[in-house]
């Protein structure tokens, strides 16, 4: 079991950046694949991305497809997610999740075991 805090969070207006990160405790990170879902109050949480357990795959929701990046540094633990081009759409609770040996189609909230406590990203118009 891994135990995720992400950080990274704030306001930025439309067009501009923020990097989001998310650490794991243990020594297992590197077999869990990472991914980062987003929920806004009164919709379902939905996913945005996710990186293999190897690190080489990785898989985009259409919505963010070209403006994000996900990435991972097993030294530090550390997923991140580089958020580009912002927009107000983009306006989220941002959860990090894990789950053991996934790959770049875990894309479902069911398929992640373990998450953080989410991390607010407001953009403004």
Same mark, same amino acid.
């Given at each position: 079991? !891994?135990?995720?805090?992400?950080? *990274? @969070? $704030?306001?930025?207006?439309?067009? /501009? #950046?923020?990097?989001?990160?998310?650490?794991? +405790?243990?020594?297992?990170?590197?077999?869990?694949?990472?991914?980062?879902?987003?929920?806004?109050?009164?919709?379902?949480?939905?996913? !945005?991305?996710?990186?293999?357990? *190897? @690190? $080489?795959?990785?898989?985009?929701? /259409? #919505?963010?497809?070209?403006?994000?990046?996900? +990435?991972?540094?097993?030294?530090?633990?550390?997923?991140?997610?580089?958020?580009?081009?912002?927009?107000?759409?983009?306006?989220?609770?941002?959860?990090?999740?894990?789950?053991?040996? $996934?790959?770049?189609?875990?894309?479902?909230?069911?398929?992640?075991?373990?998450?953080?406590?989410?991390?607010?990203?407001?953009?403004?118009?």
């Amino acid at each position: 079991q !891994v135990q995720l805090v992400e950080s *990274g @969070g $704030g306001s930025v207006q439309a067009g /501009g #950046s923020l990097r989001l990160s998310c650490a794991a +405790s243990g020594r297992t990170f590197s077999t869990y694949a990472m991914g980062w879902f987003r929920q806004v109050p009164g919709k379902e949480r939905e996913f !945005v991305a996710v990186i293999s357990w *190897g @690190g $080489g795959r990785t898989n985009y929701a /259409g #919505s963010v497809k070209g403006r994000f990046t996900i +990435s991972r540094d097993n030294a530090k633990n550390t997923v991140y997610l580089q958020m580009n081009s912002l927009k107000p759409e983009d306006t989220a609770v941002y959860y990090c999740a894990a789950v053991m040996f $996934g790959d770049s189609r875990s894309v479902r909230e069911a398929d992640y075991t373990n998450w953080g406590q989410g991390t607010q990203v407001t953009v403004s118009s």
